[in-house]
């Protein structure tokens, strides 16, 4: 009877211990991979059996909050196709590509870890135009990706081209493959 409570014993533990590996591994953040970038993150220094390992999930979290503070104060000068010049943050760019300045608006930022020192970050913004009966709501998504090591943003969609250069990728006879329409999101 002591030697099956033992192996019970044993086996909670085995499990316990397995679990545990099973819960850091569901923690690491998974994104949309470009065809540029690897599907799993590359290692970023050794442990202390001397292995490779990825980043802690409050490494990746400090890391986001980081990207998306970025992405919610850079400033950048942009001239839209119009020749009006815009100088404010990525989101404000964003919300200007709606067309209507005085309608109010709220944003949320998110970004996700695309492996070594890539991001995708997202930006939902919501636009509430009051000038009309009913009141208009639109719901715009930029993505882009980011940087690190050049600490530059890209556009992945044609929302945040058109921010981001004040081209609109849909606007020509030939329509840029990727970015049109100005909303289509990246993820499958």
């Known amino acids: 009877m002591v030697a099956q409570l033992g192996a019970i014993c044993l086996?909670?533990?085995?499990?316990?211990?397995?679990?545990?590996?099973?819960?850091?591994?569901a923690a690491t953040p998974t994104g949309a991979v470009s065809e540029a970038t690897p599907a799993s993150p590359p290692p970023t220094g050794p442990s202390q059996e001397?292995?490779?390992t990825t980043p802690g999930a409050t490494d990746v979290s400090l890391g986001a909050e980081k990207v998306e503070t970025l992405a919610n104060t850079i400033v950048r000068r942009v001239t839209f196709e119009d020749g009006t010049t815009y100088e404010g943050t990525i989101s404000d760019l964003v919300f200007r590509t709606a067309g209507k300045p005085d309608a109010g608006h709220g944003h949320r930022?998110?970004?996700?870890?695309?492996?070594?020192?890539?991001?995708?970050?997202?930006?939902f913004m919501r636009v509430g135009d009051r000038s009309t009966e009913p009141p208009t709501v639109t719901?715009?998504?930029?993505?882009?990706?980011?940087d690190e090591e050049k600490d530059e943003f890209a556009a992945a969609n044609g929302r945040a081209l058109l921010a981001l250069t004040g081209r609109n990728p849909c606007s020509s006879d030939q329509p840029e493959p990727g970015?049109?329409?100005?909303?289509?999101?990246?993820?499958?």
């Open 179 to 188: 970015y049109c329409p100005l909303d289509k999101e990246l993820r499958p």
């Open 50 to 52: 001397g292995t490779p």
């Open 109 to 123: 930022v998110v970004a996700s870890w695309l492996g070594g020192a890539r991001w995708q970050v997202t930006i």
């Open 139 to 146: 719901d715009l998504v930029g993505e882009f990706y980011y």
């Open 11 to 25: 086996c909670v533990v085995m499990a316990v211990g397995c679990g545990g590996e099973e819960a850091d591994i």
